[in-house]
T-cell receptor, first 106, second 116 residues
Framework: GIQVEQSPPDLILQEGANSTLRCNFS?????LQWFHQNPWGQLINLFY???GTKQNGRLSATTVATERYSLLYISSSQTTDSGVYFC????????FGQGTTLQVKP | GAVVSQHPSRVICKSGTSVKIECRSL??????MFWYRQFPKQSLMLMAT?????????EQGVEKDKFLINHASLTLSTLTVTSAHPEDSSFYIC????????????FGDGTRLSIL
């Protein structure tokens, strides 16, 4: 099956800093989504991005499908950005990566 | 748009009880629904995929007689954990998708199940 690797596993930032999270996957996919899981367990859908680039406020994402990776950029981070970020990829069903745990300190 | 409602949000029950969790797509028709399980500090693991009116397809290692899935309509899927035991305690999350496989999945808020 598809393998999904996220890096880094943990990230600590000072408020206001920028960061880049990476998601590598092992096979061609037609679905790629980025999520933020908050402390209550809710999965917040950030991007549906099987290819190309999208931006939403301080967040943006780029997927290079031919090279099988996706990047999530967080600019001017805030303490409310803390939590776990997952990418999930697949064709039909989604396989989740292990996540990046982000802590933003004030 | 694309709201998925999951109920209950939390349930605590005694060992041996059966527990039913509902997943509803509120503003779209979900041809396919998915059930995931997440243990503490771990990622989400797909348990099964269900299409409306068909039997669910379970992932390897998931007991279909333990986790009964029903997808009787285009807006409702249920997961029943039968004869639950403490090791079944987990966070269960559903998702729903309209249309074809290249459409995004929309997730419910999850159900935290605790078996005493």
């Amino acid at each position: 099956g598809i393998q999904v690797e996220q890096s880094p596993p943990d990230l600590i930032l000072q408020e206001g800093a920028n960061s880049t999270l990476r998601c590598n996957f092992s096979d061609s996919v037609n679905n790629l989504q980025w999520f933020h899981q908050n402390p209550w367990g809710q999965l917040i859908n950030l991007f549906y991005i099987p290819s190309g680039t999208k931006q939403n406020g301080r967040l943006s994402a780029t997927t290079v499908a031919t090279e099988r990776y996706s990047l999530l950029y967080i600019s001017s981070s805030q303490t409310t950005d803390s939590g776990v970020y997952f990418c999930a990829v697949g064709t039909g069903k989604l396989i989740f990566g292990q996540g990046t745990t982000l802590q933003v300190k004030p | 748009g694309a709201v998925v409602s999951q109920h209950p949000s939390r349930v605590i029950c005694k060992s041996g009880t059966s527990v039913k969790i509902e997943c509803r797509s509120l503003d779209f028709q979900a041809t396919t629904m998915f059930w995931y399980r997440q243990f503490p500090k771990q990622s989400l693991m797909l348990m099964a995929t269900s299409n409306e009116g068909s039997k669910a397809t379970y992932e390897q290692g998931v007991e279909k007689d333990k986790f009964l899935i029903n997808h009787a309509s285009l807006t409702l899927s249920t997961l029943t954990v039968t004869s639950a035991h403490p090791e079944d305690s987990s966070f269960y999350i559903c998702s729903a998708r309209a249309g074809t496989a290249n459409q995004p999945q929309h997730f419910g808020d999850g159900t935290r199940l605790s078996i005493l």
